[in-house]
């Protein structure tokens, strides 16, 4: 992985009581199946260049500044509300409103190659949340206390119809699962190692990084993102006409669709509950 050091004098740390992580200065060729850093890694990368957050080379080192804080903030705050259990969509909505590119408001997941990975038609980019959704209860299952957690936590099997038909299809899907510790393959599933336990930080800073990747692109779809341009610039041509003009027509315009939450969701039955999903691991 190749990292580009701007400014040593970190203001993360002073967000730091959740140990966030964050990865600003990752280059753009950086790709999901790098090793995650570690916390005091994340910490020692610095901020980003004024061009990388603003995609202008003469923004201002006051205004960078700014955002630079509003997001270290919104982030901080999300974080704590997500371990809460407490209401957080008004912290997405801040972070995906700040002007500056979607891969700098990630500290874990790399949002980039997975829409580049996954932009050939409108229906590719509609599989995104759905998939991010699952993620996103795997996730919680690993937060969960050993004793809390289904006896057969440790192994996916490909054979799990909610793995092979919602997350599955996403490209790319492995190496979250992989960010998530499971990084033994075999023929019939993905496995954590033996003996080993998740890591707690990253696990918690994926999750954040999820939820707010699934209702960023909940927003895109129904037309509704504050800075849809941020999603458009990696997508082709033809998926960004394709996508727009269906708003009127198709089941995500936003006159017949709202974004929900995934609390929402799970509460009409479109989710399923993070035990619902590790139940069916071994079918």
Not at 15 to 38: E, F, G, M, W
Not at 63 to 82: G, P, Q, T, Y
Not at 102 to 125: C, D, F, G
Request: aromatic content about 6%.
């Amino acid at each position: 992985m190749r990292v580009k050091v701007i400014n040593r004098n970190v203001r993360s740390v002073q967000h730091n009581s959740l140990k966030i992580q964050y990865r600003y200065c990752v280059t753009s060729t950086s790709s999901i199946k790098n090793p995650a850093p570690d916390s005091s890694d994340c910490l020692k990368m610095g901020q980003a260049t004024s061009n990388q957050v603003h995609n202008n080379p003469e923004g201002g080192d006051e205004e960078v500044a700014a955002i630079d804080s509003r997001l270290l903030e919104f982030r901080h705050n999300f974080m704590k509300a997500v371990q809460k259990g407490e209401e957080y969509t008004h912290f997405v909505k801040s972070l995906i409103s700040l002007p500056c590119p979607v891969s700098l408001k990630y500290a874990v997941l790399n949002v980039k190659h997975i829409l580049e990975q996954n932009n050939q038609s409108e229906e590719e980019l509609k599989k995104i949340p759905i998939a991010l959704g699952i993620l996103e209860k795997y996730c919680r299952h690993l937060l969960k206390p050993v004793s809390l957690r289904a006896e057969m936590w440790r192994s996916v099997k490909y054979s799990n119809p909610i793995y092979r038909d919602r997350v599955e299809p996403l490209k790319g899907s492995t190496d979250v699962m992989e960010l998530m510790g499971y990084s033994v393959k075999v023929e019939d599933g993905i496995y954590f190692p033996e003996g080993k336990e998740p890591d707690m930080e990253l696990t918690r800073n994926l999750l954040t990084d999820i939820i707010m990747a699934r209702q960023e692109m909940e927003l895109y779809l129904i037309g509704a993102h504050p800075q849809p341009a941020h999603i458009d610039q990696y997508l082709p041509q033809n998926t960004i006409i394709l996508q727009q003009s269906g708003y009127e027509t198709s089941s995500t315009s936003p006159r017949n669709i709202t974004s929900k939450t995934g609390g929402e969701m799970k509460n009409k039955g479109e989710l399923p509950s993070s035990d619902q999903i590790i139940i069916c691991i071994n079918i």
